[in-house]
């Protein structure tokens, strides 16, 4: 088919153009109608799925960690009771401002019944903590090693929280008959903590 018989083809009786013309007719149209229906139908619809499809994502990854959390809630119950349980039970091995009193009178009679004799029993300034009151008490003890440990385990056995810091031990200058270590006289240095909680509007 040459040019200038597709110059003179005519618009108005398209049956009569050659078959070659006809389909190659038929597939433009269809080219532009589905660039057309693409572009102004399917493009906006395709980009909104994306959208839907990323919001779902993002949903789905919510929903799978409420979901574990909500699995776990019963625990994290149980573990949050169990917290609080321990929690009061520390409180109440902490003093009350009337009661250091005689817990430094008890850390005193735990020194005489173990047998170590005083030396230098200073109860320090307390220093506040986010929620509790920090009591040092600096203390300088001698006896021998079996006295210590029994000290010590007196301190342990209070009904209040006391701790034993800073712990240093120096031997006497003589030993005793036998020349026995673990009989020789020894000078304990250390600090004695207790705490208390803060009342309200300290």
């Known amino acids: 088919m040459t040019l200038d ?50 919001k779902e994502d993002d949903l789905r990854i919510r929903f799978e960690a409420k979901q574990r959390k909500a699995a776990g809630l019963e625990l994290y119950k149980a573990q949050l009771a169990e917290m609080e349980e321990r929690f ?18 008890d850390v005193s009679q735990l020194r005489v019944s173990s047998g170590l004799e005083e030396q230098l029993f200073q109860p320090e300034k307390e220093a506040k903590r986010d929620f509790y009151a920090e009591l040092p008490i600096k203390i300088t003890l001698q006896g021998d090693f079996h006295q210590y440990g029994e000290f010590a385990q007196g301190v342990a056995a209070l009904p209040r929280i006391v701790t034993l810091h800073d712990i240093s031990l120096q031997r006497m200058g003589a030993r005793r008959r ?14 004695a903590k ?9």
């Open 88 to 105: 009061g039970f520390m409180l109440r091995q902490l003093p009350g401002r009337k009661e250091v009193a005689s817990l430094l009178q």
């Open 194 to 202: 207790t705490y208390r909680y803060l009342e309200e509007g300290e």
């Open 178 to 191: 036998g020349g026995d270590a673990a009989n020789s006289q020894l000078v304990m240095k250390a600090k």
């Open 5 to 54: 018989e597709l110059r003179n083809l005519d618009f108005n009786n398209v049956s009569a153009w050659p078959v070659l013309i006809q389909v190659i007719a038929i597939f433009l149209v269809c080219a532009m109608l589905g660039g057309g229906g693409y572009w102004f139908v399917i493009k906006g619809q395709a980009e909104s799925l994306r959208t839907v499809q990323a």
